[in-house]
């Protein structure tokens, strides 16, 4: 057997081959056709309130929900499947808020190393958990300065496509 349904290389999405002057009408109109009525049923609109799930109680997880909730939905970036990644986003952090405290209170009354190792794994694999889905959702400061160059980096190519063809329209007008 030469692969599975998931072997070789993923298709690009419609504005990827737009960006990269590969996009073809003839060829793609299709799955531009599917990406359009799927991104219409998928988006959540601008005037969309999400409130935090009552599994999270921790006060700063709470904020940080609403604020990047209130940005990934302006940005026009998240989509209902990614609501419950978010959440185990916001319960990593209230998690590692928890182990955090207890660590302090712990160093206080002078516990054994095993406790102490024990809760240090716990924090050290949840913190993990956590900086690999913050680069999902441009927690950082360095993934939002990634979101707006990209976003620049897509009107740059918009005007380079446009120019082009408007060198084209000129030159076809000059030798018609």
Not at 1 to 18: C, D, F, I, L, Q
Not at 27 to 44: D, P
Not at 132 to 144: E, L, M, T
Request: net charge positive.
């Amino acid at each position: 057997m030469a692969g599975n349904k998931n072997s070789g290389r993923k298709k690009k999405p419609v504005v990827e081959k737009k960006l990269a002057g590969t996009f073809r009408k003839d060829r793609h109109a299709e799955q531009e056709k599917a990406e359009n009525l799927l991104n219409q049923i998928c988006c959540i609109d601008q005037n969309t309130i999400l409130t935090c799930p009552e599994t999270i109680t921790d006060k700063t997880a709470i904020n940080f929900w609403d604020n990047q909730i209130k940005f990934l939905i302006s940005c026009g970036i998240l989509k209902p499947q990614d609501l419950p990644l978010f959440e185990s986003l916001c319960k990593d952090l209230e998690m590692i808020r928890e182990i955090t405290k207890k660590l302090s209170m712990l160093e206080v009354s002078d516990p054994t190393s095993e406790q102490v190792d024990i809760l240090l794994k716990r924090k050290s694999r949840l913190e993990n958990s956590y900086n690999s889905k913050c680069v999902k959702f441009f927690v950082s400061p360095a993934d939002r300065a990634r979101l707006a160059l990209d976003a620049l980096d897509i009107e740059r190519k918009q005007q380079e496509n446009q120019s082009a063809i408007s060198k084209i329209i000129a030159r076809n007008s000059i030798d018609g």
